[in-house]
């Protein structure tokens, strides 16, 4: 019979206490985001896939088809043509395309572009139902923004 009243009293007191821990947590500041609908503030630091960047004097991108970006990602998921133009001076870009399922975000294809072509992208939200959604054609992104 004591055991029984020594089992109910220590289960009230646990009770007791984890009600306790609740109403405290419960006046402190709300910190979880609900994420729908309230999106955090991304810092700059943020590593998303690379773009293409837009030179505000021509209106075009600043890629002169070097292929260092591709020569030297680690993941192989860079894949740059160029080809030889009338009157242009280098190869002009044909197409750039980037194998997000691949890529590993070491940044190497940003640091090692000489005339700063690339940059990283603020999108963080990519979803897909297939490997086919995560292959970008940048010159074409480029162009659509």
Known sequence: ???YFSDLFSGAKSL?????????EMFKPVVTVQYP???LEITPNFRGHTELV????????????????QKECPSDCIRVKGE???????????SYSLDFTKCSLCGTCVEV????????SQEYELAGYSSDEFRFD???RLEER
């Open 138 to 140: 940048l010159l074409k």
């Open 1 to 3: 019979m004591n055991e």
């Open 16 to 24: 007791l206490v984890g009600l306790s821990v609740t109403i405290r």
């Open 54 to 69: 837009k030179d505000p004097e021509t209106g075009t991108h600043k890629c002169i088809s070097c292929m260092m970006c």
């Open 37 to 39: 609908r309230e999106k």
């Open 84 to 94: 030889k133009r009338e009157g242009v001076k280098g190869l002009a870009l044909v």
């Open 113 to 120: 572009c000489p005339t700063a072509a690339l940059e990283y």
